[in-house]
């Protein structure tokens, strides 16, 4: 009886060795943090990276993809009270990521919070809260060689159990993925 407990207890140590193989790496990004991860061009497992709660924050994603292979996320999550702290972080990490190695392409994805409107039409749609706060973001894009991908979500929406925000890292390529969008996954050309 033992023997048999003995191979049933390796058996499921072994197996739940190769699940969590399969299971993706996650990194959070919480409120007044920035984060980062990468991907070498022979890794494998998937990586994502994600936010949520944002309730009126501004969630920025560097998505850096390098002549080696490797691709890198740098994604913050700011309060509109330190967005200048927010912009001179990522811009950092864009003069940083030039340096590391030879950068193949860049793309800046940002989620701003928005409203619900009615247009001349009846249709109901999310437009951008603020326009004007998006002039700093746009230079920062300047400084990332890229024109920012913008997706706007509503502020009413507060779900601590699923991101607002993701971006995932695998063999495959990079998508991202907001809940302005209703989670559509976005591909980044690569």
Not at 33 to 38: A, E, K, L
Not at 87 to 110: F, M, T, Y
Request: glycine share 6%; proline share 4%; with cysteine.
């Amino acid at each position: 009886m033992f023997y048999k407990l003995l191979n049933l207890s390796v058996f499921v140590f072994i197996s739940s060795s190769f699940a969590m193989d399969k299971l993706p790496q996650k990194t959070e990004v919480h409120m007044w943090d920035q984060q980062q991860v990468s991907m070498g061009s022979d890794e494998q497992a998937r990586k994502v990276i994600f936010t949520n709660g944002l309730c009126g924050c501004i969630a920025l994603a560097l998505i850096t993809k390098y002549k080696s292979g490797k691709r890198s996320v740098v994604m913050s999550h700011y309060p509109p009270i330190n967005r200048s702290a927010q912009i001179s972080n990522l811009r950092k990490a864009c003069l940083a990521s030039s340096e590391e190695d030879a950068v193949q392409g860049k793309s800046l994805v940002v989620l701003v919070p928005g409203e619900w409107a009615q247009d001349s039409e009846g249709k109901w749609s999310i437009f951008k809260a603020q326009d004007s706060e998006l002039s700093h973001i746009e230079s920062l894009g300047i400084a990332a060689d890229t024109s920012p991908i913008v997706s706007v979500y509503s502020e009413l929406r507060v779900d601590e159990n699923s991101p607002d925000f993701q971006v995932t890292l695998d063999k495959d390529g990079t998508t991202w993925e907001s809940f302005g969008d209703w989670h559509i996954p976005h591909k980044i050309s690569e």
